[in-house]
């Protein structure tokens, strides 16, 4: 389902990324792990080509984008309708309702009609357990129940990924638990998902595949109990001793 291979990015002098290889199976739940600054929301972000890297190549499904050439802005449009990503603060529209912010991306991008687009947005966020907060506002909601709204939202795009940039870490505790309780439907599901987060518990039970990353290098990957488990690696027992 995805493939990336040699991914290299920089921001000025600053070498983010160093020659990230990985592969995520169709159906897969893979959950990259590692300290601030390790490069996991950048390559989260390269995945659907909110940052570009200077060099490499990704396939998902069977659109490929090649770095290292110029990408035209269709192939760019046609590569990223693979993905939908949810972001860590919501970035919902404050002046839409939870069911006009699921709508938006269908009938702007997709030319879905509204009916349709409706419809399907009633439906998706009732699988959410939003069925009854299709009319609030933003500003109405809770950040779980917005963050729920944003899942919904990258649902409603029909993508056959879903990203997650640490769909947790701006909660209050009391309300990751309703947020992540819709993840784990989702893999159950069979929803092919790239979670970057802090969720330990999260993905100890849930991901088929760990990634640690540090210094943006993927210094290790394997089951979660290979990962938590057996590690040899040196800077993979020390970080999870820090957050243990």
């Known amino acids: 389902m995805i493939k990336a291979r040699n991914i290299n990015k920089h921001f000025g002098s600053l070498h983010v990324l160093k020659d990230i290889d990985l592969d995520v199976q169709k159906g897969e739940v893979v959950v990259v792990i590692g300290p601030s600054g390790s490069g996991k929301t950048t390559f989260l972000r390269t995945l659907n080509v909110l940052e570009k890297p200077e060099e490499g190549k990704i396939k998902i499904g069977d659109q490929q984008l090649d770095f290292t050439q110029p990408i035209s802005k269709k192939s760019l449009i046609q590569f990223r309708k693979q993905t939908g990503m949810v972001f860590q603060n919501h970035n919902l529209f404050p002046h839409f309702t939870a069911m006009e912010n699921v709508m938006e991306g269908p009938v702007t991008v997709q030319k879905v009609r509204k009916e349709a687009a409706r419809e399907r947005a009633a439906e998706i966020l009732t699988k959410v357990g939003l069925g009854n907060k299709l009319e609030a506002y933003p500003h109405q909601l809770s950040g779980g129940q917005q963050q729920r709204v944003g899942i919904a939202r990258a649902l409603a795009t029909g993508a056959e990924v879903i990203l997650f940039d640490e769909p947790t870490s701006a909660l209050d505790p009391e309300l990751v638990g309703d947020v992540l309780d819709v993840m784990k439907e989702l893999a159950r599901e069979g ?14 039970e849930v991901a088929d595949k760990v990634v640690f990353m540090d210094h943006g290098n993927i210094i290790e990957e394997g089951t979660p109990h290979q990962v938590f488990n057996q590690t040899k690696e ?8 820090r957050i243990q």
């Open 234 to 241: 040196v800077r993979t027992k020390q970080f999870l001793n």
């Open 191 to 204: 929803m092919t998902m790239v979670v970057v987060t802090h969720e330990m518990s999260f993905a100890e």
